[in-house]
Antibody
Framework: EVQLVESGGGLVQPGGSLRLSCAAS????????MDWVRQAPGKGLEWVAR??????????EYAASVKGRFTISRDDSKNSLYLQMNSLKTEDTAVYYC???????????????WGQGTLVTVSS | DIQMTQSPSSLSASVGDRVTITCRAS??????LAWFQQKPGKAPKALIY???SLQSGVPSKFSGSGSGTDFTLTISSLQPEDFATYYC?????????FGQGTRLEIK
């Protein structure tokens, strides 16, 4: 059974930092692109970041709203995905989901599987 | 960025009904279009990718169609467990973008 379990969320002041983790199991983690997606309270889904697999040099992509502040990384030896979030703003308040990518027909979509999410609240 | 616009934003239907949700992209996205279902307090669930390919385990009552910029998700014979919010996602180019969601409610 595929499992993605996020952790690391919590309350942080504006300007602060937080590191989210996602532990993966039930599939060959190293074979997949991985994403972070967030959902502000009562709002829709917003893609945040992607990291490709080793065969694609672990290259990354970011949403403009987080570029330069957030860093996505992975440790295939630990089947884990991370999101380092710096210079946090109140508008970063959201549930953050870890999602497994699936590649088909020349491109890769986000969200074959999802974790349960971890809540990040940025407030003074 | 490619904008994804879903219509309607909300929809009321009855058990047994057939409903269609539309997703329009601001520019062509080939067939790189996926659909997701989300229930309150839960993570999204993948339904369809590549416009019309059903994810494993998803019942055939869900179907997708379209090309270029206009896409649809059709759900036949609605059951109580189908009432949820549905999102489309384009993965043709970065940033990946989702539609704003369509809330399907019981009439």
């Amino acid at each position: 059974e595929v499992q993605l379990v996020e952790s690391g969320g919590g309350l942080v002041q504006p300007g602060g930092s937080l590191r989210l983790s996602c532990a993966a199991s039930g599939f060959t983690f190293s074979d997949h692109y991985m994403d972070w997606v967030r959902q502000a309270p009562g709002k829709g889904l917003e893609w945040v970041a992607r990291i490709r697999k080793r065969g694609n040099s672990y290259t990354t992509e970011y949403a403009a709203s987080v570029k330069g502040r957030f860093t996505i990384s992975r440790d295939d030896s630990k089947n884990s995905l991370y999101l380092q979030m710096n210079s946090l703003k109140t508008e970063d308040t959201a549930v953050y989901y870890c999602a497994r990518g699936q590649c088909s027909g020349g491109s890769c979509y986000c969200g074959l599987n999802w974790g349960q999410g971890t809540l990040v609240t940025v407030s003074s | 960025d490619i904008q994804m616009t879903q219509s309607p934003s909300s929809l009321s239907a009855s058990v047994g009904d057939r409903v269609t949700i539309t997703c329009r992209a601001s520019q062509g996205i080939s067939n790189y279009l996926a659909w997701f279902q989300q229930k309150p307090g839960k993570a999204p669930k993948a339904l369809i990718y590549a416009v019309s390919s059903l994810q494993s385990g998803v019942p055939s009552k869900f179907s997708g169609s379209g090309s270029g910029t206009d896409f649809t998700l059709t759900i036949s014979s609605l059951q109580p467990e189908d009432f949820a919010t549905y999102y489309c996602q384009q993965y043709n180019s970065y940033p990946l973008t989702f539609g704003q969601g369509t809330r399907l409610e019981i009439k």
